[in-house]
């Protein structure tokens, strides 16, 4: 049994068929990586040596003042976000990934799993490469008793966001990395104990937010144990007190492997690869990503926009027509706020997540039906237009928070303060990846350079003289 390997792509990844693969072992995930580490660190080194003085780009004021948006000035390997086009993960768009990544057993939609082993080696991992990934997560599964009981200490009311992170930060008490650098270790030897805690920290994100879920909305409800034969994401649903819904399983699985990576500047992965860079541990490292990615412009945004939805569907009834949206939009934005799951950092187009969402739904006859999917839908026949003639979003389109948490309503979990939660146990994948290649590839702490607004007048001063 062979797995099929990913041609190394560039720039134009875009142009990428999916047919291009060149054969490789079966080995196991760290020996796959063990492989490859090597052939990196030596590209790596090359680029350093040989092209350390080449330009990349200019850094304009209006980058400095305005978040450095456009600024090339981090390495990420795992994926690539072209405006146009929407994310590629080693080359491998959407639809690339639909077609060739392992489903689970009896599913039809991409995993976790099949997407981690994708972004960490750049390699289409086998059916059964995937099932083992599958069975030690599995096996490493459950949370410490202690962390059980300070999760279930935590107030009801406090955001089930705030929580995730705290337990998080909590797993580090039994850090790899950090037990291994206290001992005393070589730079060459952190990756291995790094992705040993990264494969701990996502093998336990599901027991640990299916527990708050179950603190907060379902107090006094068992928790199921995690049963070894099932996936990740199976057993996810299952601890949250979906898992007979088969439909709303295959969804948490597409969209958690989907929003798994989305290139290295955005708000949560930078912040895990910022932290990281001190060589603080995976845990601590990502549970400051989790703070980064509760803000209302990034992860919980889907809670918005289904507060949002909801809000429309509640002042304009039932038989909702374009004009009453178009209407309603104009409400908003005449309100000062935004259009939450419309615009973006880097997209010029609608988002390829959104499309595979939507087309999720729409080979579903009962969320084809279902009055919230359809109200996304129509909004989403209305919005560019509004935006584009509102004037100031650089991105009209839709972003895949647009249309990522109506399904969850339509199949009941329907307390979408928690919808950013389930981002969380997805971004791990993209952000933890890349703190295993931060390490075996020995990347610096980070330290860019910050100007005043003075130094910034005098050197435009001195520019013009
Ligand atoms: C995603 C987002 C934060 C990107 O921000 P950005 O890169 O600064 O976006 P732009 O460059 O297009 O912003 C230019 C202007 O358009 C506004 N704008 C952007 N998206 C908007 C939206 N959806 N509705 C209304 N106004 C919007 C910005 O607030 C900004 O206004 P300002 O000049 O008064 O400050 C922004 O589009 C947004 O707030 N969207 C809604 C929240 C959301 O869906 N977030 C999830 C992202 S995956």
Redesign the pocket.
């Known amino acids: 049994m062979f797995a099929r390997f990913v041609v190394p792509t560039r720039a134009s990844a875009a142009r990428f068929a999916a047919t291009q693969y060149r054969f490789a072992s079966t080995k196991s995930l760290r020996d796959t990586l063990k492989d490859i580490i090597p052939a990196k660190q030596e590209q790596l080194k090359k680029l350093k040596t040989e092209h350390g003085q080449t330009v990349v780009g200019d850094v304009k004021v209006e980058n400095i003042i305005?978040?450095m948006?456009g600024l090339k000035a981090m390495l990420w390997d795992a994926s690539v976000l072209d405006p146009i086009e929407g994310i590629r993960f080693h080359g491998l768009s959407i639809p690339d990934c639909q077609k060739v990544l392992p489903p689970a057993p009896g599913g039809k939609e991409i995993i976790p799993e099949s997407m981690l082993w994708l972004l960490l080696t750049g390699q289409v991992p086998t059916s059964e490469q995937t099932r083992q990934l599958s069975r030690e997560l599995a096996e490493k599964g459950d949370l410490p008793k202690f962390v059980e009981q300070l999760v279930d200490e935590l107030p009801k009311t406090l955001h089930p966001m705030t929580q995730l992170g705290i337990g998080v930060a909590a797993l580090n008490h039994d850090s790899a990395f950090q037990a291994a650098y206290e001992k005393g270790m070589k730079k060459t030897e952190y990756w291995a104990p790094t992705l040993e805690d990264c494969l701990n920290l996502i093998a336990r994100l599901p027991a640990l937010a299916a527990r708050i879920y179950r603190n907060v909305y379902k107090p006094g409800t068992e928790l199921p144990a995690i049963n070894k034969d099932l996936d990740l994401v199976g057993n996810y649903t299952n601890m949250l007190g979906y898992g007979s819904n088969q439909n709303l399983t295959e969804y948490l699985r597409l969209y958690i492997a989907l929003h798994g990576d989305h290139e290295g500047g955005?708000a949560s992965a930078h912040t895990a690869h910022l932290v990281g860079s001190t060589l603080s541990d995976p845990y601590l490292s990502y549970s400051a990503a989790l703070f980064a990615l509760a803000g209302?412009?990034?992860?919980l945004?889907?809670q918005?926009?289904l507060r949002w939805q909801l809000a429309m569907q509640q002042e304009l009834g039932d038989k909702i027509t374009h004009d009453d949206i178009r209407d309603y939009l104009w409400k908003?934005?005449k309100s000062g706020?935004?259009?939450?799951?419309?615009?973006?950092?880097?997209l010029r187009n609608p988002?390829p997540r959104f499309i595979a969402l939507q087309e999720f739904c729409q080979a579903r006859p009962e969320l084809k039906e279902s009055p919230i999917v359809q109200l996304v839908n129509k909004t989403f026949e209305v919005a560019p237009d509004v935006?584009k003639e509102?004037g100031?979003?650089?991105?009209p389109y839709p972003?895949?928070?647009?249309t990522s948490g109506c399904v969850l309503y339509h199949y009941g979990l329907t307390e979408f303060k928690y919808y950013t939660v389930i981002f969380g146990v997805s971004r791990a994948l993209g952000a933890l990846t890349q703190l295993v290649w931060a390490r075996a590839l020995g990347l610096p702490i980070e330290r860019p350079k910050s100007l005043s607004l003075d130094a910034l007048e005098e050197l435009i001063k001195n520019q013009k003289q």
């Not at 100031?392 to 991105?395: A, Y």
């Open positions: 305005g978040g948006r955005n209302p412009l990034h992860g945004a889907n918005e926009v908003t934005l706020q935004v259009v939450p799951g419309y615009g973006h950092g880097v988002d935006l509102h100031k979003t650089k991105n972003n895949v928070d647009a």
